[in-house]
């Protein structure tokens, strides 16, 4: 980062704890073609705790809706939910811009417990 780069805002360490990024397992997947641009629509088990969560991700460049069943994913699960048109998305799937800006999820490199919360 530059010097002529703004930096971003501070946070505390009790900002950072109040996310909750878990990690879950893709369990169904259907195409969303009534979002504005193309998406996948997820439904994410993050185990007992949290249960079955249904999220809208903008995917299609890397990603088909077969391909993501059983995919260990990251999320914020506790944003409020969003209505995205006839679809209510109930946590946020992350990833990352490629080179294109094509969306990459964040997954861990290694099979993980689901529902393990990010440290």
Request: net charge negative.
């Amino acid at each position: 980062m530059s010097e002529a780069t703004e930096r971003p805002a501070q946070i505390t360490w009790d900002d950072f704890a109040a996310v909750e990024i878990r990690v879950g397992k893709v369990i169904r997947t259907e195409p969303f073609p009534e979002a504005r641009r193309p998406a996948i629509k997820l439904w994410i088990d993050f185990g007992p705790e949290i249960g079955e969560r249904k999220s809208s991700a903008q995917i299609t460049h890397h990603y088909s809706a077969e391909t993501l069943v059983g995919k260990q994913v990251m999320a914020v699960v506790n944003f409020p939910p969003r209505q995205i048109g006839p679809f209510r998305s109930e946590v946020l799937v992350l990833g990352l811009p490629d080179d294109q800006g094509e969306v990459v999820l964040l997954t861990p490199d290694k099979p993980v417990p689901i529902g393990g919360r990010m440290y």
